[in-house]
């Protein structure tokens, strides 16, 4: 990743964001159980979040890095999973491990962006947004978990 300027960087981060968004929405769009639509619901609502975020940054308003950092567990289980690609039809397992591998890119992407400035308000929003990758990360590994012991696994 080769940047010219500040604004490229946001604006790699935010189109990034706006992939995760429409990504969520094909699988909200296209699940049937009502527990798995609600789930990847909200995690368009969190990956839209970003995206405003990162928006509102590039505007100017520096306020939003304000945060409170809280350590997020590595449950690592995306570490063992391959790369995949959503096809239609995939049971919810799959799109769990789908996602959770999604989220690991985000939260390296994050990380590796901080390296790539050294305005301070955008490193910490990078480390922030890697921050809440971690956290979506650690969800979908968690509903993984839980999911596939119901399952007898």
């Not at 289980?77 to 995949?84: A, F, G, K, P, T």
């Not at 397992?93 to 962006?113: D, T, V």
Request: proline content about 2%; some cysteine.
């Amino acid at each position: 990743m080769n940047f010219n300027s500040f604004e490229e960087i946001l604006d790699f981060a935010i189109e990034r964001e706006i992939q995760a968004v429409s990504f969520y929405q094909k699988l909200v769009d296209r699940e049937t159980f009502p527990a798995s639509k609600q789930t990847l619901a909200e995690f368009v609502e969190e990956e839209r979040k970003h995206q405003i975020l990162l928006e509102e940054f590039k505007k100017g308003n520096r306020s939003v890095v304000e945060y409170d950092y809280v350590w997020i567990p590595d449950i690592k289980r995306s570490d063992y999973i391959v790369d995949m690609k959503y096809e239609p039809g995939m049971d919810f397992a799959e799109i769990l491990r789908l996602a959770m591998k999604r989220e690991e890119k985000a939260l390296r992407l994050y990380n590796a962006l901080a390296t790539k400035t050294d305005d301070a308000d955008c490193i910490k929003l990078f480390k922030m947004l890697a921050q809440e990758e971690a956290k979506h990360k650690q969800t979908f590994e968690t509903l993984y978990d839980d999911h596939m012991a119901q399952l007898g696994d």
